[in-house]
């Protein structure tokens, strides 16, 4: 299976299929019985035995990792078993977004239920005010706990580089246990804790590393569940009962987080969407029927990550983050229906704002487009004291959509920047603005405030008048580094086919490599020489509809006819239409993903469009 090239019009990326051995593709078609473009995925991403395929579409509660694997998971379960034997206070410190608060309220979940009935544990909470706060852990908050009588706090999707706020907890006389997923910093290493949990750090054995922060805590949340069972009875009631539990909230997080959807990730979304259906818990059930998901069957992956992250999410970007962590606790529905309520209507009002901020944005990079026509290889800055801190990552995300450059997007405020950033495959963010923050001579001071992330997103803060050299300096770094490899990388296709390949069977066996997601991604597949058998239908003046059929004919029973529907998010499709010049007649080939229709009055498949041109 050739990666050559299969044509490159000028200035447009060239269009390849994914590398997969012949031979073991033929041996897995064989051995599944699938469609060969089936096995060609599998191939392609890996899985070349049957037995490894199996566990890919059907995983088990078993392919978890075992809990006791990460590095100083031993101390911080002991620490915790201490702490509620002995009656002390507890601090969870998480964040504002999915993966913080679905966190925070796996932790509390499972240190309550290790708690006798007779001496229940005292748990807290503190989600921080994005606005107020701002990431990470903050000394005051640690004095209000530390007065409070609290002994032991455990962050949640923060703290790997919490230095200053661990030697406060240290200095008030609180143990801290970190649990994240950021990267450490490389120079320092990391806070000094009681234990920290985090699979990125040096020397930690645990063999998957791109958990999320949820994905952390709820590994010392099943590693603590585990400690207080003594009988094999005991273990067989947890992983039937708590453990699936668990997961719904954890694929949730994992979805949100855009964390690769392979290895034990892969595991924990498949399980998690699959127990999503008909939720028990108020909260839970309450927000995915604002968010008009089905609850009669398992969420998509991409339902998951448009209608129920977005509502969660809502909360910490424009009111009070606490909120998700009381929906996802109550056991009143009457309360979950009115929490639900409210996080739809603060989604709303983030729509809104965000589509105000991105008529800016437009103006903005209209701008950019005439004076540096293709942005030459420069990562794209944007400021605006208007918008919203809350929606700057999302803002971010929208301009990497439109340019196919990082993006780092900011505000300002009292004399202060504060920024997000989202990047692209192959240009790591977090070690972009990491140097970048350095002082280039003794004379100079540190760039940023404050800075964290990963490869793909960054948050930071710094003094507004510090942008010139932001601007400078990323510059100096992404030229050598964006290069047309990276900004303008070929369209990547997993296997070609005919129409007539495109059936229900097919797509049942497309549906079993689901859930989708970075690392797993949803399949591109390419057609060649469709003819457009009647005129373009535009919806809404900016989507597209193409009727297209096989060149020639058909045998009986085969397909030969299907639409294909352009969605303009990140490409102008009425315009590329006019570029290429479609009429009745056109031949055309074409690269899409398959999708079921959604009206239940029109059964079938269609394509979604992905790119377009001549044949």
């Known amino acids: 299976m ?12 060239a269009w ?10 033929q041996n897995l078609t064989d051995a599944l019985g699938c469609p060969q473009a089936i096995a060609q995925i599998l191939v392609s991403r890996t899985i070349s035995d049957a037995a490894a395929a199996k566990t890919f579409f059907t995983p088990t509660l078993d392919d978890l990792i075992d809990p006791m694997l990460m590095l100083g998971m031993d101390t911080a379960v002991a620490r915790i078993q201490h702490a509620v034997r002995s009656s002390q206070p507890i601090l969870i410190y998480g964040d504002y977004d999915v993966d913080g608060t679905t966190a925070t309220v796996l932790l509390k979940t499972a240190i309550e239920r290790i708690a006798p009935k007779e001496t229940p544990a005292t748990v ?79 020397n930690c054995p645990y063999p998957f590393k791109h958990l999320c922060g949820a994905a952390v805590a709820f590994k010392l949340a099943h590693a603590l569940l585990l400690a207080t069972t003594e009988t094999e009875e005991q273990r067989a009631k947890l992983k ?3 453990i699936p539990s668990f997961l719904k909230l954890v694929a949730i997080a994992t979805i949100a987080d855009s964390v690769p959807l392979e290895g034990e990730n892969r595991v924990i979304a498949a399980l998690g969407l699959k127990d999503l259906r008909n939720p028990v818990q108020p909260g839970l059930r309450a927000l995915m029927q604002v968010a008009q998901i089905p609850i009669n069957r398992p969420p998509t992956a991409t339902e998951v990550g448009f209608r129920l992250a977005p509502r969660i999410n809502a909360a910490g970007r424009m ?62 800055i944007l400021d605006d004291p208007e918008w919203h801190r809350g929606v700057l990552g999302i803002l971010a995300s929208r301009v990497v959509d439109r340019t196919g ?32 923050h350095e002082p ?91 003819i457009l058998s009647a005129p373009v239908r535009f919806i809404k003046e900016k989507h597209i509809c193409l009727p297209l059929q096989s060149p020639g004919l058909q045998s009986s029973g085969t397909t030969n006819r299907i639409s294909a529907l352009g969605w303009s998010r990140t490409t102008d499709w009425p315009a590329r239409c006019a570029e290429i010049g479609l009429n009745t007649g056109s031949q055309l080939d074409v690269a899409y993903r398959l999708k079921a229709k959604t009206n239940p009055q029109f059964p079938g498949l269609e394509l979604e469009l992905v790119a377009l041109r001549p044949a």
């Open 2 to 13: 050739s990666t050559a090239p299969v044509g490159n019009p000028a200035g447009l990326p």
């Open 440 to 530: 280039l001579t003794p004379s100079d001071a540190p760039l940023f405030s404050r800075f964290g992330g990963h490869a793909h997103a960054v948050g930071f803060s710094m003094p507004s008048d510090r942008m010139p050299l932001l601007r400078e300096r990323m510059q100096r770094y992404g030229a050598p580094r964006l290069t047309g490899e990276i900004t303008a990388p070929p369209l990547e296709c997993d296997a070609e086919l005919l129409l007539s390949d495109l059936t229900q069977s097919f797509y049942d066996w497309l549906t079993r490599c689901e859930p989708f997601g970075i690392g797993n991604r949803e399949p591109v597949f390419l057609t060649r020489g469709l």
């Open 319 to 380: 009111d009070i983050a606490g909120d998700v962590v009381e929906l996802f606790l109550t056991k009143d529905p009457a309360r979950a229906s009115a929490l639900a309520d409210k996080l739809n209507r603060l989604n709303d009002e983030r729509r809104a704002t965000e589509a105000k901020a991105l008529e800016a944005i437009e103006a903005q990079l209209a701008a950019l487009r005439d004076s540096l026509g293709d942005y030459l290889a420069e990562c794209i």
């Open 124 to 202: 807290t909470y503190h989600v921080p005010h994005r606005i107020r706060e701002g990431y990470g852990m903050q000394n005051g908050v640690l004095g209000q706990a530390a007065a409070s009588g609290v002994r032991l706090v455990i962050s949640v999707d923060t703290g790997i580089r919490a230095f200053a706020a661990a030697e406060e907890a240290k200095a008030l006389g609180m143990d801290l246990i970190v649990t994240d997923h950021h990267l450490p910093d490389g120079v320092i290493g990391i806070p000094a804790a009681v234990a920290v949990l985090n699979p990125a750090q040096q």
């Open 16 to 25: 390849t299929t994914r590398p997969a051995d012949e031979t073991a593709v």
């Open 240 to 242: 039937r009962g708590l």
């Open 405 to 436: 450059r990082p993006a780092i997007v900011m505000t300002h405020e009292d004399g202060h920047a504060h920024g997000s950033g989202r990047s692209i495959d192959g240009f790591h963010l977090l070690d972009a603005i990491s140097a970048v």
